[in-house]
């Protein structure tokens, strides 16, 4: 079975552009989380989806956007980049649907650099 | 808004000691909460996790506790091993909000 797929692997993008992150969740499941995590910090919590709906988010500016897909697939949307959004950019699904009590899989990341 | 704190960066171990790696949640709502293992280079893998109507779970040589009047777990690791060496994230997580929030790390070394 297929895990957490995420693509591109690394992106170099100048400041004030957009970058667009994809994630494919494994098979089934319908959630989908979305983490920062910079230079020597931790997991920080950007978005979360399930069922096509964004459920929460955390504590970044609006510029940092995404969507579910029916296939449950999602985009992360970053614009108007500043250097700071330099980081990876880790994408995690789980089995929300019934079960609120599991473990979510993480991707491999994404490696977004800004210039 | 820190709601999950591993104090400690690093922690540095003997192969076949015992390792340590405390958090603490400052959210009276989580109730699930979680350890992952993180190598460079690639995502968290998880590695156990427990509700919050248990105070322990064990599985093989990890064991997490959990003291809720203290908000506070710990990840212990019996006997560490070389191949341990990886940095740990605490995560929790609340009933029908199932985003998880993270700890910034612990960066275990099991030196052989």
């Known amino acids: 079975e297929a895990g957490v797929t995420q693509s591109p692997t690394h992106l170099i993008k100048t400041r004030g552009q957009q970058a667009t992150l994809r994630c494919s969740p494994i098979?089934?499941?319908?959630?989908v989380y979305w983490y920062q995590q910079a230079l020597g910090l931790g997991l920080q919590f950007l978005l979360w989806?399930?069922?096509?709906?964004?459920?929460n988010r955390g504590n970044f500016p609006p510029r940092f956007s995404g969507r579910q897909f029916p296939n449950y697939s999602s985009e992360l949307n970053v614009n108007a980049l500043e250097l700071e959004d330099s980081a990876l950019y880790l994408c995690?699904?789980?089995?929300?649907?019934?079960?609120?009590?599991?473990?979510?899989?993480f991707g491999q990341g994404t490696r977004l650099t800004v210039v | 808004d820190q709601q999950v704190k591993q104090n400690s960066p690093s922690l540095s171990v003997q192969e076949g000691r015992i390792s340590i790696l405390n958090c603490d949640y400052t959210?009276?709502?989580?109730?699930?909460f979680l350890w992952y293992k993180k190598y460079p280079a690639e995502g968290p893998t998880f590695l156990i996790s427990?509700?919050?109507?248990?105070d322990k779970n064990e599985d093989g040589r990890f064991t997490v506790f959990l003291n809720k009047s203290a908000k506070h777990l710990s990840l212990h690791i019996v006997p560490s091993q070389p191949g341990d060496s990886a940095v740990y994230f605490c995560?929790?997580?609340?009933?029908?909000?199932?985003?998880?929030?993270f700890g910034a790390g612990t960066r275990l070394t099991v030196k052989p």
């Open positions: 995560a929790a997580s609340a009933y029908n909000n199932n985003d998880m929030r």
């Open positions: 098979s089934g499941h319908t959630s």
């Open positions: 989806y399930d069922e096509g709906e964004e459920r």
């Open positions: 959210n009276s709502m989580f109730d699930y």
């Open positions: 427990i509700s919050s109507i248990k």
């Open positions: 995690a699904s789980s089995l929300y649907r019934d079960r609120p009590y599991t473990e979510a899989f």
